[in-house]
T-cell receptor
């Protein structure tokens, strides 16, 4: 499709396991963002990629979280040694370029549940 | 410390009436504000935005008003329709170091009753 695609849509895993979440942005969009939404909360910024520039990791909550974007397109968010507080919906968004006010287009998210 | 606040977690409105969703912010560096609409199990969808150099932006049934001195914005939906029932998020961003990153409020769940 033409929108942002995320997989898997749901992931249930045991505490301590590693998980990998995937995001396929809209073709041609150079900016890619990861957010997470915990229950009853707004969206929390995690990390941002723009072209070949170094990513902005200022929102990552701990060093268990990392992300990469290969070839300027697909991105994976990895959470190592998952904890129960990592349970949330992880949302990916892309935009044509990074500029204040530029609308971001979101995928449907990955609902992560840590048992 | 929340920089973007939506103090009403829910709002119920009759079909055909006006829905007014409010948002307050604390960071005077914010210069773009966006509203997103979210249905269950879907990602947020961009609705409308406003630059800080304006005080009003209109798109069909949706109008956003910005009061910079009060650090307050509101989204008006008129007339409201049952399909408007969703969670509405207010978001803000700023030029500069974190430009493009959106700071979101916690959302307001709108229910439009037939």
């Amino acid at each position: 499709g033409a929108g942002v695609s995320q997989s898997p849509s749901n992931k249930v895993t045991e505490k301590g396991k590693d998980v990998e979440l995937r995001c396929d942005p809209i073709s041609g969009h150079t900016a890619l963002y990861w957010y997470r939404q915990s229950l009853g909360q707004g969206l929390e910024f995690l990390i941002y990629f723009q072209g070949n520039s170094a990513p902005d990791k200022s929102g990552l909550p701990s060093d268990r979280f990392s992300a990469e974007r290969t070839g300027g397109s697909v991105s994976t968010l990895t959470i190592q040694r998952t904890q129960q507080e990592d349970s949330a919906v992880y949302l990916c968004a892309s935009s044509a370029y990074r500029e204040a006010g530029q609308p971001q287009h979101f995928g449907d998210g990955t609902r992560l549940s840590i048992l | 410390d929340q920089q973007v606040k939506q103090n009403s977690p829910s709002l119920s409105v009759q079909e055909g009436r006006i829905s007014i969703l409010n948002c307050d912010y604390t960071n005077s560096m914010f210069d773009y504000f966006l509203w997103y609409k979210k249905y269950p199990a879907e990602g947020p969808t961009f609705l409308i935005s406003i630059s800080s150099i304006k005080d009003k932006n209109e798109d069909g049934r949706f109008t956003v008003f910005l009061n910079k001195s009060a650090k307050h914005l509101s989204l008006h939906i008129v007339p409201s329709q049952p399909g408007d029932s969703a969670v509405y998020f207010c978001a803000a961003s700023a030029m500069g170091g974190s430009q493009g990153n959106l700071i979101f409020g916690k959302g307001t769940k709108l229910s439009v009753k037939p």
